[in-house]
Each structure stands twice: as C-alpha cells, then as structure tokens.
C-alpha cells in the first residue's frame, strides 16, 4: 500500500527520526513556482536539524511517504493533482489519480508508515457560524497517536469553538514557548492555552508518559507562534472584508477556506504568503528537533 522514497527507506532500516510533511500546501497553498521553492527548503530544515523529511502524497493511486525530485516537482506543478483527505483515499487508490493530503489523510498514512512527528501549518476546525461544519482534521487528531506541530487554527475559523472541540476529543494542546494559543497570521488569537512546554525534550517527555497511562490514543497538538506575525489592524480588516465577500458571493461549505486564503493573499499584497511560509518553516524544525528528542 506504501512506497518509501529511498532517503526514508533508509532512515527506517537505521531508526532514524522521520517527519511527515503534508503536501496540500505545495499543490493548493502556494503560488507557483514559490511551493516548489518552499518544499524543497523544508524538506532541507529538517534534515539540517537532524531528522529525515517525509512528504507525503499519492501518485497515480499509490501512496508515498517521501517524494524523489520528480515527484515532488509533479505534486508542486501538475494542475490535475486533486486535494484529499481520509475519507478520499481508498476512492484516489482505485482511480490512480495523483492527489495532494490534507492535514487528516497526512497524520493517517505517517501514522500507518510509523511515524510520530508531523509538521503542518493550521489545523482545521470548526466553521464561523456553523457548529456542524467541522474540519476532518478534529475527527483525525481524536483517533491517531501522533504529534502535530502547527501555528494554531486559520484564523478563519471559529476558534473558540476549536478548542472546546479539542478539549471534548480530550486532545492535549500544548503552547510552546506561550501560554497564547496562537491565531496562525498572528501569535495571539485572543485565547489562552492551559499547558505551556519550553523544549522539545519536555514534549517527549509527555509523549512517553502517556504511552505509560495508556492515554496516548489520539494527538498531541503542538502549537508555535509564528514569530513575526501579521499587522493585526491589517488582518482583521482583511478578514471582515472576506468574511463579507464569501457572503455576498454565497460561498459555503468547503469552498469557504480557499477563498478567504485567496481573499488574504491578494489584499495583503503578499504579506499573508510571508507568514505563511514562516509558519511552515518554522514548524517544521521544531517538529524535526521533537524527533530527534523522541529518540533519545
């Protein structure tokens, strides 16, 4: 069902730290030819501090945990890779499309390829206005044992109601270096989060102690503020204006989330792509140090 990529093939045989990456964010959440660039830079983080990348996708139906140079470049630029999460995968299996995953399909298949540390930007969550419009991203961190390194949820979202949803899956949201639970654009959305950690060894630590109480059957949420975050007068008023557009153009369900990160992209003249890819950056050697500590 798996193929490895030599690099991750390799780094299984000698018990080396591995992260999983998504690649929904190299296909559907940045410009070309900027994702390539971008995807190749994170996966050159993680090695650089000491843990193997492991980009995630399927190619032609196949499902791969790290992708060669020319599968990345195919991710990065093929206008027919389509986006899918876990409900979609057995469906992109039987009909060999090439498909990108989203943040639930990514910790699903790094937790079938043994792999415990995952570095994405924003979770999912519930919708604004909607409390039955629940991103598949809260279903996954309540069913699968592994570590997810993000910047919070899009600011988009109903965050409140993310993290009393978070706190009803008995899912662990753990602030590091911060006791704000950060608003992906900005590091502060306003809420405050209950356990704070300050190293990766600290996280672990609370890795192991969980297999220990048996309570470790479902997601450690690992928030990281990003560190220069958006003009907050600048993103409220691009939010409002997005929020009403999406409205007046009737735009609902799933097609809301891609429109508002366009909505950011263009009216902040690019400071919403900055943040953005600080925030992957940034999460993604913070998830390779955790890796690496998890060895230890």
């Not at 730290?17 to 929904?24: C, G, Q, R």
């Not at 602030?175 to 405050?192: A, R, V």
């Not at 704070?196 to 109480?213: F, G, M, Q, T, Y």
Request: hydrophobic share 45%.
């Amino acid at each position: 069902m798996i193929k490895y990529s030599a690099e991750v093939s390799a780094a299984r045989s000698a018990g080396k730290p591995i992260v999983a990456l998504e690649s929904t964010i190299i296909s559907h959440g940045l410009p070309r030819p900027k994702n390539l660039e971008v995807a190749r830079e994170v996966e050159e983080i993680v090695r650089s501090a000491g843990a193997v990348p492991a980009t995630i996708a399927l190619i032609d139906g196949v499902i791969h945990v790290g992708l060669e140079e020319d599968q990345l470049i195919r991710i990065a630029t093929d206008d027919s890779v389509v986006k899918a999460s876990t409900r979609d995968l057995a469906i992109i299996e039987m009909t060999k499309q090439s498909a990108a995953t989203t943040v639930a399909a990514t910790a699903h298949i790094a937790k079938l390829a043994g792999v415990d540390v995952f570095a994405t930007g924003g979770l999912g969550g519930v919708h604004r206005g909607h409390s039955y419009d629940e991103s598949a991203d809260l279903t996954a961190l309540s069913q699968l044992e592994i570590i997810i390194v993000c910047a919070g949820v899009k600011s988009i979202l109903d965050v409140a109601g993310t993290l009393e949803r978070l706190e009803t899956y008995s899912v662990p949201v753990l602030g590091y270096k911060t006791n704000k639970f950060p608003g992906f654009y900005l590091t502060d959305s306003g809420f405050e989060i209950e356990h704070r950690v300050d190293s990766p060894a600290e996280i672990a630590a609370i890795w192991k102690n969980r297999a220990d109480l048996k309570t470790n059957d479902r997601a450690i949420v690992v928030t990281n503020p990003v560190a220069n975050q958006m003009n907050p007068a600048l993103h409220d008023e691009i939010l409002n204006s997005g929020l009403a557009a999406a409205a007046a153009n009737h735009i609902v369900g799933k097609a809301v989330t891609p429109f508002l990160l366009e909505h950011f992209h263009t009216a902040s003249k690019g400071e919403s792509l900055r943040v953005n890819i600080d925030i992957i950056k940034s999460n993604s050697q913070l998830a390779a140090e955790i890796a690496v500590a998890l060895k230890k």
